[in-house]
């Protein structure tokens, strides 16, 4: 991997290694248990720069690059997937739009806020009729004057209650389609005030102006990713400046396309994680139990299955990190990250479940996280574009790229 990381890539890499296995580690079982979301942790996380890595110095963040920060999302999945998703989706879903498409006064006061972790964004595009068919908008925007008016509501947000500065597609103009679709950041109170305000993070209504009508839903009680929060965002008439329109009026729904691609890395270095956690789980448990008076790992049917597996995730960690690699240099890297979200996230799926078979009865319970893995990992391969959403995405840029060859 020297091709893709430096001596600082490496360092980082460890320092969020050990903060994962120190700090993360122990409360993880007991967090997906009782679904609770980890806002010790996320201080903590703020407090080391973790919420702001690619996020430049003069905003707040850490103004590193895209690899250092995808390198954070996959140590961090080795652990728990609920913590790194809480990295992923505040940073490139809620933050990335308005560092990407925002003016320069709207990354003045908001990414100062989200690249520090005080409060937690995310990203409303999602929802009940536009889920792969996210040109499907409903939500939306009247021209009112000074602003717009949005009504709607967006499904399956991470960071919905938690969270308080969120980027938000909405229809200005239904005779266009797609191109009639923009984008906006709202605001809202977080919905643990108490438990932020004792914390001195994620609640900040010195700095905030709430936007009255952006209310979250129920919290959903899912099969993965369980210490993360996911709810409906709920947008009643809320009136929102012309100035918090993000970009263009008709550009949201292309510019959200461009946020996903990115997103994709991220989902890629989180199921990468995922899937070296469960090898590494697994490997230490067969190389540490006998049976029929043998070390498991002696057995060939079981040495086969995990050298499977490491070749499976050195070959993800190539694609994911190529990816990243393009981004950080400003190259076409759509169908990349496609090719890595798709091989990463079924990766994902594939680890964890022969983890478990390999740990047989160990592997099933909660005294090993494999379990909690194997649920967690299912999830990537719906977020952020299904598996089926990324093959098609590969397969129109396979037959644009004949088309471009045939007519050289």
């Not at 490139?92 to 100062?112: D, N």
């Not at 929060?229 to 550009?251: C, I, K």
């Not at 490997?283 to 499976?312: C, I, K, N, S």
């Not at 592997?363 to 952020?384: F, H």
């Amino acid at each position: 991997m020297d091709r893709y990381l430096s001596h600082d890539h490496v360092a980082l890499r460890a320092r969020v290694a050990e903060f994962a296995r120190d700090a993360v580690a122990p409360v993880a079982r007991e967090l997906d248990a009782t679904s609770t979301f980890p806002w010790d942790n996320v201080k903590a996380m703020g407090e080391m720069g973790l919420l702001g890595v690619p996020v430049p110095r003069e905003y707040g963040g850490l103004g590193l690059d895209y690899t250092s920060y995808i390198l954070c999302v996959e140590e961090m999945a080795r652990v728990d997937a609920s913590h790194a998703i809480t990295i992923s989706a505040h940073t490139t879903l809620g933050s990335g739009p308005i560092l990407q498409f925002g003016t320069e006064e709207q990354k003045q006061r908001y990414l100062p806020l989200l690249a520090s972790g005080e409060v937690l964004g995310g990203f409303g595009l999602t929802e009940p009729g536009a889920g792969s068919d996210s040109g499907g908008t409903r939500t939306r925007a009247v021209a009112a004057d000074g602003g717009y008016r949005l009504s709607g509501s967006k499904i399956f947000i991470t960071h919905a209650g938690v969270g308080e500065i969120f980027t938000v597609t909405a229809v200005t103009d239904p005779e266009r389609g797609s191109k009639g679709i923009s984008s906006f950041v709202v605001t809202k109170p977080t919905v643990d005030v108490e438990r932020c305000e004792a914390l001195g993070i994620g609640h900040r209504p010195d700095r905030l102006e709430y936007m009255s009508g952006v209310k979250s839903g129920k919290k959903e009680d899912k099969m993965g990713w369980r210490a993360s929060d996911t709810r409906e965002l709920l947008l009643d008439d809320v009136f929102v400046p012309v100035e918090n329109r993000l970009g263009e009026e008709g550009r949201g729904f292309i510019n959200f396309m461009k946020t996903l691609d990115a997103g994709r890395i991220g989902i890629a270095a989180l199921s990468l994680g995922l899937a070296q956690g469960a090898f590494d789980t697994a490997f230490r448990y067969t190389t540490g139990r006998e049976q029929f008076g043998r070390r498991v790992w002696d057995f060939q049917q079981v040495q086969f299955p995990l050298a499977d597996m490491a070749t499976e995730i050195q070959a993800a960690r190539h694609l994911t990190y190529h990816a990243a690699w393009l981004k950080d240099r400003g190259r076409p890297f759509s169908t990349e990250a496609a090719m890595a979200k798709l091989y990463a996230s079924e990766l994902a799926m594939r680890a964890t479940l022969r983890a478990i078979q390999l740990m047989g009865g160990a592997g099933y319970s909660d005294e090993y996280p494999v379990e909690r893995m194997a649920r967690d990992a299912k999830v990537c391969e719906i977020g952020e574009g299904t598996s089926e959403v990324q093959r098609l995405v590969i397969a129109r840029h396979l037959l644009r790229t004949e088309l471009e060859a045939s007519a050289a």
